[in-house]
């Protein structure tokens, strides 16, 4: 299995503050990694793909770099509706597999 | 616009049965792999099965093989998962997602979730 390890599993953030997220793949996995939002109650949200797509009407403060094993997630500057989990995933290894998320807190 | 909308979840006993329904619109169906993935309560994201665009492929995650089964009514624009013998380990919000023409295509859409609770 494609095991992905994502840091931290939290973290606390203020408005404005620069938030990166981490993923490691255990295996290469090339760009097929995508980042997920998600907030209580609330379906996941794809904010990027192939690693560093920016999904239609996600805004640009969102970045995703890296490929083959070691990926990031960065917010430039952290809005008030940041405050949310966050989770990668690999799509082209059997099984697909998330991270085990990030919970992106109020400071 | 894209919908997904799931059904089908609620309170089942422990080795019962339960039938989601994922009924979407505003894409055409018959073209995208489709998927289901939980989230237990307090838990991270977790796939369990998949379908591929006419129905003729279907895997499962370890967990669920040889009790849940995955199909789809391409006429129907409705995906399916069938649940049998349910544990409390099965206890989850369950969602649908859309995947794309190919297997290796991110899953863009996603529904709201159904809840199961599998409880005596």
């Known amino acids: 299995d494609f095991q992905m390890t994502q840091s931290p599993s939290s973290l606390s953030a203020s408005v404005g503050d620069r938030v990166t997220i981490t993923c490691r793949a255990s295996q290469d996995i090339s760009n097929y990694l995508a980042w997920f939002q998600q907030k209580p109650g609330r379906a996941p949200k794809l904010l990027i793909y192939?690693?560093?797509t920016l999904q239609g009407g996600v805004p640009s403060r969102f970045r995703g770099s890296g490929s083959g094993t070691d990926f990031s997630l960065t917010i430039s500057s952290l809005q008030p509706e940041d405050f949310a989990s966050y989770y990668c995933q690999q799509y082209n290894g059997y099984p697909p597999t998330f991270g085990q998320g990030t919970k992106v807190e109020v400071k | 616009e894209v919908q997904l909308v799931e059904s089908g979840g609620g309170l089942v006993q422990p080795g019962g049965s339960l039938r989601l329904s994922c009924t979407t619109s505003g894409f055409i169906f018959n073209g995208h792999w489709m998927f289901w993935v939980r989230q237990g309560p307090g838990k991270g994201l977790v796939w369990v099965s998949r379908i591929n665009s006419d129905g003729s492929e279907t895997r499962y995650a370890d967990s669920v093989k040889g009790r849940f089964t995955i199909s789809r009514d391409n006429a129907k624009n409705t995906l399916y998962l069938q649940m049998n013998s349910l544990t409390a380990a099965d206890t989850a919000v369950y969602y649908c997602?859309?995947?794309?023409?190919?297997?290796?295509?991110?899953?863009?859409?996603w529904g709201q979730g159904t809840l199961v609770t599998v409880s005596s």
């Open positions: 192939a690693a560093s």
């Open positions: 997602a859309r995947g794309g023409p190919y297997s290796n295509n991110p899953w863009d859409y």
